[in-house]
């Protein structure tokens, strides 16, 4: 699958931080309008229904072999939902309540966690062999905080893990350059990028970037 629709950014532990107002305004996602819930599927339906693959970010990771996913930005569960089906054990976390009802109902056997990935308590104490922000998480992420966020997703990773981000790129937004960066500051190690999620190479004149660091050390 190639370019995707955009899907929640991130999440909140137990109740949202301090300046709550401020903090919901510059969210990208909770602040957009922007289609939630079944409403926010309905759109993948339509998609699956005229023949459209609806599942190459799973086939991607799938094809790392991990044993254990983290979704970091799950939304409605339709990544997290069809690794589960191919066998990965799966958690899901994102920062809008609607969408995790809906990701619950359509799979309650599935760990759903309301969360923030920018917040400073890790959600979680475990350790993944991937986390993927599939859905474009570090472009809705509040301004400034897409250091924090890679910071965190890779302390979760086990070792020689790897940290997977697909997102749009505009000319004046969130860059492949950062984006190696910050994840340099946090250990990781540019592995490969794509333009694709089914692997079309990358180019400078690339829209979507599907980018795979790995845990060094």
Known sequence: M??????SGHAHAEGPPA???LWMATNRWMSGDVPRGAEY?????????????MHGEASFISSFGPG???????????VAIELSRRGHDVVGIDLDP???ETARQKAPEIPWIEGD?????????????VVVMAGNVLIFVTPGTEGTVVSNMAALLAPGGRLIAGYSLTPAGFTVGRHDELAAQSGLILEERWSTWDRK???E????AVSVHRLGG
């Open 205 to 208: 004149t690339s829209t979507y």
């Open 201 to 203: 190479p990358f180019k």
């Open 2 to 7: 190639g370019t995707r629709v955009g899907r």
């Open 68 to 78: 254990s996913v983290l979704d970091a930005g799950c939304g409605t569960g339709r």
């Open 98 to 100: 609607g969408m995790l």
């Open 19 to 21: 300046g709550q107002n």
């Open 117 to 129: 990935l920018a917040g400073s308590a890790l959600f979680t104490r475990r350790h993944f062999d």
């Open 41 to 53: 599927d309905r759109r993948f339906e339509e998609l699956a229904a005229s023949g459209a693959d």
